[in-house]
C-alpha cells in the first residue's frame, strides 16, 4: 500500500511538473527560446497567492484567481518589454536575457520580501483531509492537484488542438515566415503563448505551495530547473511530451525515495537528463530534427 | 471573414486599376545588387509570368513584394496605396498572397488546418470566444471550415482534408499552397515556380487550373516559371529579368523573339567562341 500511496504522490508531484513544463515546451516551440525565467513566474504567483490570503484576506478562489491573472500580466508585460524587442536578434541574447530576468526577479523579491522563507497558510486554499480509495487514503491536496491538472492540460489541448488561436500558434511554430506570409499576426501568436505558458505556471504555483507549504525567493529556481528536465525528457517543443515528461520526473522522485534514495532525488532527475541527451538527444516524443535544404 | 456569405466569385471593382505596380524597385545585399531599377505594371485579371535565368533575382522580387525584404530604392503600390509602411503580415491583408518554391507547407498540420490557417486573416477571431467557447465562435468556425472545403474542391482535395500536409504526394503539396494561398482572399496571387517538379501530364492540368483561377477569382496572377510551355501557354504579359535588371516585357510572342532574351538565355555566339 505504500507503494501506490507513493504513486499517487509521484502524480501529483508530476502534475505540477508538467504544468510548469508545458510553458517551457510552447514557448520553445514558437519561438526557439528555453525561457530560464520561467521558474520565477511560479515564484511570483507564490507570493501573490500568498498576499492575497494573508494581506487581503480574499476568498480562496479570488485568490486562485488573482494569482493566475498576476503570473500571466508578468510573463506578457516581460515579453513586450525584454524578448519581443529581441525577435531577430541571436538565440544567444534571448537566452542571456531570459537568465538575466530570472536573477533579477529573484533579487527583487529578496529585496522586497526578504531571503528567509515564509509559511504559505495551505488549508486556507484548499480543504485539509483524506478520501479512501479503496483502502488506500489520499489527501484532497493530491486529488485536487491532478484533476486540476489534468483539467488544465485537456482545456490547453482543445485549445491547441481546435481553435484558429491553436492552428496560428502551431503553424507559426513550424514556419514563421509563412505564418506571417499567410496574414497570421505572429506578434500576437507569441504574446498568447507567454500568456498560456504562465497561465499555467500559475495553477502550477498554487499546486506547488499546497504540497510544500512556504514561499521564498528562490522556490522558482529548483522547480523551474525540474520542469525544464521533465519538458526536454518529453521532447522539448512537445506537448504531450511534456505532460509525459512532467509525470516521468515525479514518479522518478517518489520511487527514488520510495528505495531509500531519498537524498538523491534531484541528482538522479538530473541523471535521467544526461543519459536522455546521450540516447535519444530529442525526447521521448520529440520531433526528429529536421534536414534544412 | 470579411464578409462569410462571400460566393466563390467575388465581385472586385475593375476600377481599381493597375493592381500591382512597381516603380524602380531595387535591393543590396551589402555591396551586390540582387534587382535594380525593376518596373512593372499588372492590371487586375492579367496573368503575368516573370522569366529569367537562375540567380536572376526572380524569387529576390516576389520577397520584395511580400516585404520579407524591405527594398532599398523604389516603390510597390498596390492597388494605388504605397506598401512602403507594410509588414509581411499587412501586405498579406492587402491583398498579396503567394506560394514558394521549395514548398512551405505546415506539414504537421492536415490539408484543412493549412487552409484554415490561410483563412485566419479573414475571419474575426475574438480571443474570448476561443476560450469559453461561445456559439458565435463555433458558427464562424464551422463557415471557416465549409469555405476551406468549397476551396480545396478547385484541386478535387476536399476528400484528403484530413491528411497531414507533410504526407501527401508533391505535386499535391504544391497545389495545397496555391489553395492556401487563395484562402487568403488575395487580389493577386504570386505563384514561385509552381510546375516545379511535376511531369507533363500534372504541368498540363496545372496550365488549366491557373486560367480556372483567375476566372473564377477574378485575381491576377504573377508567376516564375521555368517551363517555357506553361509561361508561353498561360500568360498574356511576360517580363524577363538577367542580373536583376527587366531585359524585356511584352506579349509571350514579343519574348520569343526578342534578341535579348535570346541573348541572356543562350549566349551570344561571339563568346561562345572567345
Known amino acids: 500500500m505504500l507503494l501506490v500511496s507513493q504513486l499517487i504522490n509521484g502524480l501529483q508531484l508530476g502534475s505540477i511538473y508538467a504544468l510548469v513544463a508545458l510553458g517551457y515546451t510552447m514557448v520553445y516551440g514558437i519561438i526557439k527560446l528555453l525561457n530560464f525565467a520561467h521558474g520565477e513566474i511560479i515564484m511570483v504567483g507564490g507570493y501573490i497567492a500568498l498576499f492575497s490570503l494573508t494581506l487581503g484576506n480574499f476568498h480562496p478562489v479570488v485568490a486562485a484567481l488573482l494569482t493566475v491573472a498576476g503570473c500571466t500580466l508578468l510573463a506578457v508585460i516581460l515579453e513586450k518589454l525584454t524578448y519581443a524587442p529581441l525577435r531577430f536578434a541571436p538565440r544567444l541574447s534571448l537566452l542571456i536575457t531570459a537568465i538575466g530576468i530570472s536573477i533579477l526577479l529573484q533579487n527583487v523579491a529578496q529585496f522586497f520580501f526578504d531571503a528567509a522563507p515564509r509559511s504559505f497558510p495551505a488549508s486556507e486554499l484548499f480543504p485539509v483531509g483524506t478520501v479512501m480509495l479503496g483502502n488506500v487514503s489520499v489527501a484532497y491536496t493530491s486529488l485536487v492537484t491532478i484533476v486540476l491538472s489534468i483539467v488544465s492540460m485537456i482545456s490547453l489541448t482543445i485549445l491547441v488542438q481546435r481553435t484558429k ?59 523551474g530547473l525540474k520542469a525544464f528536465v521533465a519538458a526536454v525528457l518529453g521532447g522539448i517543443g512537445s506537448i504531450p511530451g511534456a505532460m ?22 534531484d541528482g538522479l532527475v538530473f541523471l535521467v537528463l544526461i543519459i536522455v541527451l546521450l540516447v535519444r538527444p530529442t525526447g521521448i516524443m520529440g520531433r526528429k530534427l529536421m534536414e534544412k535544404v | 471573414m470579411r464578409d462569410p456569405k462571400i460566393p466563390l466569385i467575388p465581385e472586385r471593382d475593375h476600377n481599381k486599376s493597375p493592381v500591382l505596380e512597381c516603380v524602380g524597385l531595387g535591393i543590396d545585399f551589402g555591396g551586390l545588387t540582387a534587382v535594380d531599377d525593376f518596373n512593372i505594371t499588372i492590371s487586375p ?19 520584395l513584394l511580400t516585404k520579407v525584404y524591405n527594398p532599398t530604392r523604389g516603390s510597390i503600390f498596390l492597388e494605388g496605396k504605397n506598401t512602403k509602411r507594410y509588414n509581411t503580415k499587412d501586405v498579406n491583408k492587402e491583398g498579396i498572397a503567394r506560394t514558394f518554391q521549395n514548398i512551405r507547407l505546415f506539414k504537421n498540420l492536415t490539408v484543412l488546418e493549412n487552409v484554415l490557417v490561410g483563412l485566419h486573416n479573414e475571419m474575426d477571431y475574438r480571443l474570448f470566444g476561443s476560450i469559453f467557447r461561445l456559439p458565435s465562435y463555433w458558427r464562424s468556425e464551422r463557415i471557416a471550415r465549409e469555405r476551406a472545403l468549397e476551396l480545396l474542391s478547385i484541386f478535387n482535395m476536399q476528400d484528403i482534408a484530413e491528411h497531414k500536409a507533410g504526407s501527401l504526394p508533391y505535386g499535391s503539396q504544391r497545389r495545397l499552397e496555391i489553395v492556401r494561398a487563395l484562402a487568403t482572399n488575395p487580389s493577386i496571387l504570386l505563384l ?7 511531369n507533363p501530364a500534372e504541368t498540363e492540368s496545372l496550365m488549366e487550373h491557373i486560367g480556372q483561377i483567375r476566372d473564377t477569382f477574378q485575381i491576377a496572377i504573377f508567376l516564375i516559371e ?12 511576360v517580363a524577363v529579368l538577367n542580373y536583376g535588371k527587366l531585359i524585356a516585357k511584352g506579349t509571350p510572342s514579343e519574348i520569343q523573339r526578342d534578341p535579348r532574351v535570346i541573348e541572356a538565355y543562350l549566349g551570344t555566339g561571339g563568346q561562345a567562341d572567345a
Open chain 1, 244 to 265: 509525459v515528461g512532467g509525470y516521468a520526473v515525479g514518479l522518478i522522485e517518489v520511487l527514488a525515495v520510495y528505495v531509500g534514495l531519498s537524498r538523491w532525488t
Open chain 2, 192 to 198: 514561385d515556380e509552381p510546375a516545379a517538379g511535376m
Open chain 2, 45 to 63: 485579371t492579367e496573368i503575368c509570368g516573370l522569366i529569367g535565368p537562375n540567380g536572376a533575382g526572380k524569387t529576390t522580387i516576389f520577397n
Open chain 2, 226 to 237: 521555368h517551363d517555357m510551355q506553361l509561361v508561353m501557354g498561360v500568360c498574356e504579359g
Open chain 1, 165 to 223: 488561436l491553436g492552428k496560428a500558434m502551431r503553424a507559426v511554430s513550424e514556419d514563421t515566415e509563412a505564418a506571417q506570409l499567410m496574414g497570421v499576426n505572429v506578434n500576437n501568436v507569441i504574446t498568447f503563448t507567454f500568456a498560456v505558458g504562465a497561465a499555467l505556471a500559475g495553477i502550477g504555483a498554487l499546486l506547488f505551495v499546497a504540497r510544500f507549504p512556504q514561499v521564498t525567493p528562490t522556490m522558482g529556481a529548483m522547480l
